[in-house]
C-alpha cells in the first residue's frame, strides 16, 4: 500500500521569508502526488498536482513541488509567504480509487 | 457552477445515537468519495461510489454505511456512535471513477461532534 509521510508537523514562519514543506511517499508503482491546503473551517483545496512529465510542478499562487523518485519526496516549497499562507497543508499519494493522505504540516505565517 | 455540497455543516449528537451525512457532488460529476478527519490528523477514505454502486472501502466498521442515488448525491451514515466518531466528514467528487487520473474536489465538510 502506497503511503506519505510529512516530516514537520508545525512550521512557523516569517512573512516574506521562503518555506519547504517535506514530503516523502512509499510505492512501488507509478505515483500521482498531490498538495492540498486547508484553510480553518474549510475542506481542502488542491494546491498542485504530479501525474507525470515535469518534475516540477507549480501553483498559481507562487507555490512549487518537485518530484524526486530517487529520494521518493515530493516537498512544496514558496520562496516569499504571506499572512495568508496561514493553513494546514496535506500531501496525498492517489492509489486506484482513494488519496492517502500524511498527517498535515501546520505552516503558522508571522508579521 | 456550485462546487461540492454537504448538508449539515455541523451536527451534535450522543453515543449511541445514528447520523445521517448528505453530499452533493459537483455537475457532471459521478463519483463520490467520503473522507474521515478527526482533528490534528489527515482525512482518512471511508468509501468511494461510482455510478451508485461502491468501489472502494477503507478500513472502517461496518457501523458506517454509504449510498449514491440516481442524481449522483451520496448519504454517509453512521450508526451506534461512539465518542471517537467525533471528526470533520469530507465529501469529495471526481469527473470519472476508479481509473484514470482525475481530480478530487472536496466539500467544506461536516463537523460531527459526539458527546
Known amino acids: 500500500a502506497q503511503s506519505v509521510t510529512q516530516l514537520d508537523s508545525q512550521v512557523p514562519v516569517f512573512e516574506e521569508a521562503p518555506v519547504e514543506l517535506r514530503c516523502n511517499y512509499s510505492?512501488?508503482?507509478?505515483?500521482?502526488l498531490f498538495w492540498y491546503v486547508q484553510y480553518p473551517n474549510q475542506g481542502l483545496q488542491l494546491l498542485l498536482k504530479?501525474?507525470?512529465?515535469?518534475?516540477l510542478v507549480e501553483s498559481i499562487n507562487g507555490f512549487e513541488a518537485e518530484f524526486n523518485k530517487s529520494q521518493t519526496s515530493f516537498h512544496l516549497r514558496k520562496p516569499s509567504v504571506h499572512i495568508s499562507d496561514t493553513a494546514e497543508y496535506f500531501c496525498a499519494v492517489r492509489n486506484d480509487y482513494k488519496l492517502s493522505f500524511g498527517a498535515g504540516t501546520t505552516v503558522t505565517v508571522r508579521a | 457552477d456550485a462546487g461540492v455540497t454537504q448538508s449539515p455543516t455541523h451536527l451534535i449528537k450522543t453515543r449511541g445515537q445514528h447520523v445521517t451525512l448528505r453530499c452533493s457532488p459537483i455537475s457532471g460529476h459521478k463519483s463520490v468519495s467520503w473522507y474521515q478527519q478527526v482533528l490534528g490528523q489527515g482525512p482518512q477514505f471511508i468509501f468511494q461510489y461510482y455510478e451508485k454502486e461502491e468501489r472502494g472501502r477503507g478500513n472502517f466498521p461496518d457501523r458506517f454505511s454509504a449510498r449514491q442515488f440516481p442524481n449522483y448525491s451520496s448519504e454517509l451514515n453512521v450508526n451506534a456512535l461512539l465518542l471517537g466518531d467525533s471528526a470533520l466528514y469530507l465529501c469529495a467528487s471526481s469527473l470519472i471513477g476508479p481509473a484514470g487520473t482525475n481530480e478530487q474536489f472536496f466539500g467544506p465538510g461536516t463537523r460531527l461532534t459526539v458527546l
Open positions: 510505492s512501488s508503482v507509478s505515483v500521482y
Open positions: 504530479y501525474l507525470s512529465g515535469s518534475t
